[in-house]
């Protein structure tokens, strides 16, 4: 192939209506038993970083712990509270503009699913991430970009169709490899493990990696150890330097620098930092990044029976929904675009 001059078309899959439209989107470390059953006229995406906590939609109850995510589709009674030990630790992206059968059809999304892993937990986070961050900026254009990011999050939910990719076409290497980070992430020694996993040589496959990512081969490792370090800091009462070893980094020093570097704390404020402080979202200048699609894994519900004070709290909830600003259970916040949306329609 001539490198000096490249050229590629749309391949004519082009489904309608597939672009999101972002509402908000925000982090939260939740207090004990922290409590929401609040109406949506959108949908709202919970990715579960640490800690666990239950979800209840119509009869369905589900157990969810970190790397995990639920799913509260509009007009869909439902209530979510987080452990009374292990309260969890969340991002959230609401929007709009799509159907459930975009979910399914064009991210893999079954439809009726409220809760599954996701097939990237480590690149769904990133975006989200950078989804915040976006909203945060007064540009109009990283308003915008949120957007293009919305449909790299969703991508990562779950499986494309296969049946896409033409006859003549070359294998997805940034998706296998991306794939084999994500579950070689401890044993993985460097860059040359995973290029040699793919077959290609090392230089071009970074250069093909930033490419199609937005982010180095290094710092995407980096970004999935940290990951579940996070999780393994909040969830256990492991020592800080055996942690280090469980996501690859035999030495403390350096799983503490590159956690510094990455998080912007320490491990260990990290561990004892208090109730809903936030994590300072990452920004990125890269490109926009084309992402793996894998298989989401459906969580099945749990036969868990409702407790009282739960059930107690949610027909409060109900009684107040018709009101224009119902009560806030437990500490939980009203959906401020929800509300906006709602007083005009009223």
């Not at 969340?90 to 996701?118: H, I, N």
């Amino acid at each position: 192939m001539n490198d000096q001059i490249q050229y590629a078309e749309i391949s004519g899959f082009e489904p309608s209506n597939a672009f999101a439209e972002v509402l908000h989107a925000g982090y939260e470390k939740c207090e004990p038993e922290h409590y929401a059953s609040i109406p949506r006229d959108h949908y709202l995406l919970h990715l579960v970083l640490a800690g666990q906590g239950v979800l209840r939609v119509r009869d369905q109850i589900y157990k969810l712990r970190s790397h995990q995510c639920f799913l509260i589709r509009p007009e869909v009674a439902h209530a979510y509270q987080a452990d009374s030990r292990h309260p969890w630790e969340y991002l959230w992206l609401g929007f709009s503009g799509v159907t459930d059968q975009t979910l399914q059809d064009v991210y893999g999304v079954p439809a009726g699913t409220s809760a599954f892993t996701p097939a990237s937990p480590a690149k769904l986070e990133f975006h989200m991430r950078r989804i915040l961050t976006s909203l945060q900026s007064p540009n109009p254009l990283d308003q915008l970009f949120s957007r293009a990011l919305a449909v790299l999050a969703l991508g990562c939910l779950g499986e494309r169709d296969s049946g896409m990719r033409t006859k003549g076409s070359q294998p997805d290497y940034i998706d296998e490899a991306v794939s084999y980070i994500e579950s070689h992430y401890a044993k993985l020694k460097n860059v040359q493990a995973a290029a040699d996993y793919v077959g290609l040589e090392r230089t071009y496959f970074s250069k093909l990696f930033q490419e199609r990512t937005g982010i180095s081969v290094n710092n995407f490792i980096a970004e999935t150890r940290m990951s579940h370090a996070k999780r393994l800091l909040a969830d256990t009462d492991y020592k800080i330097s055996s942690i280090g070893q469980m996501v690859g980094y035999e030495n403390y020093q350096s799983f503490e620098r590159r956690f510094l570097n990455v998080v912007g704390m320490t491990p260990s404020q990290f561990r004892v930092r208090p109730g809903g402080e936030r994590i300072k979202a990452t920004a990125s200048s890269g490109p926009a990044a084309s992402v793996p699609i894998l298989q989401a894994k459906v969580i099945k519900p749990e036969p868990v029976t409702k407790p009282e004070p739960e059930a107690d709290r949610t027909q409060a909830a109900e009684e107040t929904s018709s009101a224009p600003y119902p009560e806030i259970i437990s500490g939980s916040r009203a959906c401020p675009s929800y509300m906006k949306r709602k007083l005009k329609k009223s």
